[in-house]
C-alpha cells in the first residue's frame, strides 16, 4: 500500500472516530447547552461528509473539479463556519438558516445529477481540461465544465465570505463580554477563534489537495488536514467548560428603552464608581457587571451603560485599569510580594493575565515596572 493510499485510510478513520465522538459526546444538562449540541451535530455531519468523499477519493484516479470534491468541501465551509458562529452567537443558528446557507449546495447537487443522468460528467486529468475553448467540448461537456469550475469559484467566495462573517460575529460577542466580564479569557475566547482558525486551514489545504494531481503532494496535505482536524476537535470540545461564564450575556435580554445612555445621571454613576473603589468590589475575581447592578439594585444594561458613557471604555477595561493601578501601589509599597500575589490580591486568578493586562495597560512588563522603580 502506497503512502498516498494509506493517508486516506488514516484520515478517513480518523474522521469516522471524530464524527462518532461528535454525535455521541455527553453533556452537563443545562438548557443552553440544547445549542452547543446542534453545532455538535453540524461538526458531526461535517466530518462524515469529509470520510465520505476520502472512500470515494480512494477508488478514483485524481481528477480536478470532482464532483465528490465539490460537494463535500463546500459543505465542510458551511458547516464548519455555522458550527462556529453558534458558539459566539447561538440566537443567530436556526434551522431556516442553515438551510438557507445550505441551499446554493443543494442546487449544486440537483444540477449535477441532472448533468450526469443526461449527459455523464467529463473527466478532468489534467489542467488542460479546465480549458473551455480549447477541448473541443460538446454543449453538454461544456454545460458540466462550466457548471463545476462556477461552483468552484463560488467555494473560493464561501471560504472568504464566511470567514468575514465568523469574524464578525467575534467582534460583536467581543463587545457584549467587554461590556459584561472582568475576565478576559471570556472577552477573548481564544478556544473558540483558534478552532476557526484551524477550520480556515482544513479549507485553505483542501484547496491545494484538490489542485494537485501530485501523489506525494496530496500525501503531506492529507496529513496536515488530519493534523488541523484533530486540533479542532480538541479546541471544541473544550466548550462547555466556559459555557456557563458566558451564556448569561450571550443569551442577554435587549436593553430597556428608558436605560439610554443620553439619560444617564453622571453624579449618580460618581457615587457608584466611589463605592466600587472604596470597597474595592474590582479586586472580586470575576466579577461582572451584573454583581455590580446587583449592588445597587440596578440592571445590568444600566450599569455598562454607564461605564461606557462616563468612563469611555467597556466594563472590562475599567474594572482592569483599577486593578493595575492598584498593583502599582502594591509593587511599590510592599516589594516582598511576588508578581503571582500581586495577581492574587487584585484580583487575577492567574498570573498570565495580569501580566498581559499589565503591559497592555501600562505599556511595559511588571518586571519592568518594579526594575524603573527600585532604580531611580
Known sequence: MSFFIASY???????????????????????????????????????????????????????????????????????????????????????????????????????????????????????????????????????????????????????VYYGVAYFREERRYRTLAGDFSSENDIVNFRVARASFICALCVGTITLFVTLSLNEHVCTILNYLIMAFYIAMALLYLQYPKIFLNISPFIFENPPRKEEKPSLLDKSEWAEIRDVIVRDEMY???????????????????????????????????????LRITEAQRLIQSNPELTFAEVADKVGYSEQSNFTRQFRQITGISPSAFRKDIFTK
Not at 479586586?283 to 455598562?304: C, W
Request: proline share 4%; glycine share 2%.
Open 9 to 159: 485510510y488514516v484520515l478517513t478513520t480518523v474522521l469516522l472516530l471524530l464524527a462518532v465522538v461528535f454525535f455521541f459526546v455527553p453533556l452537563p444538562k443545562h438548557e443552553g447547552l440544547r445549542n452547543y449540541k446542534i453545532s455538535l451535530r453540524l461538526f458531526s455531519f461535517s466530518y462524515a461528509a469529509l470520510m465520505v468523499y476520502c472512500l470515494i477519493k480512494l477508488n478514483y484516479k485524481p481528477q480536478l473539479l470532482s464532483i465528490p470534491f465539490l460537494i463535500a468541501a463546500p459543505s465542510q465551509a458551511i458547516l464548519l463556519t455555522l458550527s462556529h458562529i453558534n458558539l459566539i452567537n447561538p440566537q443567530r443558528i436556526t434551522s431556516s438558516r442553515v438551510l438557507r446557507n445550505l441551499s446554493p449546495l443543494i442546487l449544486f447537487i440537483a444540477l449535477s445529477c441532472v448533468q450526469g443522468y443526461a449527459y455523464g460528467h467529463v473527466p478532468m486529468h489534467d489542467y488542460h481540461s479546465l480549458l473551455l475553448w480549447d477541448n473541443g467540448y460538446s454543449l453538454s461537456e461544456l454545460s458540466d465544465v462550466l457548471l463545476r469550475e462556477l461552483w468552484f469559484v463560488a467555494y473560493l467566495f464561501a471560504i
Open 283 to 321: 479586586k472580586q475575581k470575576g466579577i461582572t457587571v451584573e454583581d455590580v447592578a446587583r449592588r445597587f439594585t440596578k440592571n445590568r444594561t444600566y450599569i455598562s451603560n454607564m461605564v461606557n458613557s462616563h468612563e469611555n471604555e467597556n466594563f472590562n477595561t475599567f474594572i482592569n485599569r
